[in-house]
């Protein structure tokens, strides 16, 4: 108890019976008694009342069960998608396409003789002629919205 052996416990009672005397020695260690068991109940309330707030025992199992869940899931994906071994493959061909690739960057080809000018555009000022766009001066405009004939057109 208290990380105390008998020899300690015994010189401790034959100095309260020095002190307190053999007639207050019963009284007094029915006191402490006492007082041990009173802290020992409002720990154990403490800590009921604390873990059933918390449920903390229930918080505890559900997050394993869903760890174990995730983990099962986990393994079971990897073993029907074969993760491991796409892997491997997109390592594969990225090191076979930068093994393919030029060491140097090509340079573009150029023609020893350059490309003939464009002949210049001239240009004048002169009018050109206006061009109609199938809308002669015989061709009559509708201003009209409605399609209704108009008072010339009814008779």
Do not use: W
């Not at 800590?47 to 983990?71: C, G, P, T, W």
């Not at 396409?97 to 573009?108: L, V």
């Amino acid at each position: 108890m208290f990380g105390m052996g008998f020899a300690e416990i015994l010189i401790i009672g034959v100095i309260a019976i020095l002190f307190l005397g053999p007639d207050k020695l019963p009284e007094t260690m029915v006191q402490i008694a006492k007082f041990f068991k009173s802290v020992k109940t409002t720990v154990a309330s403490a800590k009921s009342s604390i873990e059933d707030e918390l449920h903390l025992q229930e918080i505890k199992e559900e997050a394993n069960s869903y760890k174990r869940q995730f983990v099962e899931a986990t393994s079971e994906l990897e073993r029907s998608t074969g993760v491991e071994g796409l892997k491997d493959e997109m390592r594969e061909v990225t090191q076979g396409i930068y093994a393919d690739a030029p060491t140097t960057p090509k340079q573009p080809e150029v023609s020893e003789t350059p490309p003939a000018p464009k002949q210049p555009e001239v240009v004048t000022f002169a009018k050109k002629p206006k061009v109609s766009k199938g809308l002669g001066l015989d061709d009559p405009i509708d201003l009209d919205e409605t399609d209704e004939p108009t008072p010339s057109e009814k008779a």
